[in-house]
C-alpha cells in the first residue's frame, strides 16, 4: 500500500538557517503530494502541494518539489523564523480514488534565536 | 478561515473507562468527517470516515465496536473510546471536509486530542 517516511525530529536550527525536511513515498501510479504545517495549539493546515512530476510547490517561502525519479517531496525554506517553529507533516493521496490521506509521521521543527 | 474545534485538547482516563472526543466544523456545514490516530514516532493514521446521518466508514484494522463514531449533526462528530485500555493512548485528530469543493487535500483539521489511558 501507500506509505510516506520522512526525517525523525525534532529539528532545532537558529534562525535565518536553511531549512530540508526530508520525504519520500510509495504508491503506484502518480499520486498527489502535500506538506502540512501543525502549529501549537492549532490544527494541520495545508502548506503546499504538487500534483504531478516536476511541479514545485511553493507557500510562505517553504517550497517542495515533486521528484518521481527519486519518489521524494522534501520540503525547503531558504530562511526560518521563530515563527516557522512547528510540526510538519508529508502526505499523499493516491491515485487509488477514494477521499484517503496518506501521511508521514510528522517532523517536529524548532527554531530558535 | 475555517475552523474545527476538538475537544478535549487532552484526557486521562482509567483502563475499563469509556472516553468521548468531540470534533464541532464552526462556520461551516461538513457532512464528511475523518478521524486519524497517531502513535509515538508512527504515522498519522485514517481510522474512519464520517458521514452525516449515516453509519461510519472503518479503515481496515480498526474495531467499529470500540470506536463508536456519531455524525448526528453537520456540525458535530463524536469519537467514543469505549473501553479504554493502555494500547489505547494515542494522539486522535479529526479534520472536516466542506461540502462545496471538498477536494480531500482541503481538509480543515481539529488540534487533536492526546489520551493516556492509565
Known amino acids: 500500500g501507500d506509505s510516506v517516511t520522512q526525517m525523525e525530529g525534532p529539528v532545532t536550527l537558529s534562525e535565518e538557517a536553511f531549512l530540508t525536511i526530508n520525504c519520500t513515498y510509495t504508491a503506484t501510479g502518480y499520486p498527489s503530494l502535500f506538506w502540512y504545517v501543525q502549529y501549537p495549539g492549532e490544527g494541520l493546515q495545508l502548506l503546499l502541494k504538487?500534483?504531478?512530476?516536476?511541479d514545485k510547490g511553493s507557500n510562505k517561502g517553504f517550497e517542495a518539489t515533486y521528484r518521481k525519479e527519486t519518489t521524494s517531496f522534501h520540503l525547503e525554506k531558504g530562511s526560518v523564523q521563530v515563527s516557522d517553529s512547528a510540526v510538519y507533516f508529508c502526505?499523499?493521496?493516491?491515485?487509488?480514488?477514494?477521499?484517503?490521506?496518506?501521511f508521514g509521521t510528522g517532523t517536529q521543527l524548532k527554531v530558535e534565536l | 478561515g475555517a475552523v474545527v474545534s476538538q475537544h478535549p485538547s487532552w484526557v486521562i482516563c482509567k483502563s475499563g473507562t469509556s472516553v468521548k472526543i468531540e470534533c464541532r466544523s464552526l462556520?461551516?456545514?461538513?457532512?464528511?468527517m475523518f478521524w486519524y490516530r497517531q502513535f509515538p514516532k508512527q504515522s498519522l493514521m485514517l481510522m474512519a470516515t464520517?458521514?452525516?446521518?449515516?453509519?461510519?466508514?472503518?479503515e481496515q484494522g480498526v474495531e467499529k465496536d470500540k470506536f463508536l463514531i456519531n455524525h448526528a449533526s453537520l456540525t458535530l462528530s463524536t469519537l467514543t473510546v469505549t473501553s479504554a485500555h493502555p494500547e489505547d493512548s494515542s494522539f486522535y485528530i479529526c479534520?472536516?471536509?466542506?461540502?462545496?469543493?471538498?477536494?480531500?487535500?482541503?481538509?480543515?483539521f481539529g488540534s487533536g486530542t492526546q489520551l493516556s489511558v492509565l
Open positions: 462556520d461551516f456545514q461538513a457532512t464528511t
Open positions: 464520517s458521514n452525516e446521518g449515516s453509519k461510519a466508514t472503518y
Open positions: 502526505a499523499l493521496r493516491g491515485t487509488g480514488g477514494g477521499n484517503k490521506l496518506t
Open positions: 504538487a500534483t504531478k512530476a516536476d
Open positions: 479534520s472536516a471536509r466542506p461540502p462545496i469543493g471538498g477536494r480531500v487535500e482541503k481538509l480543515f
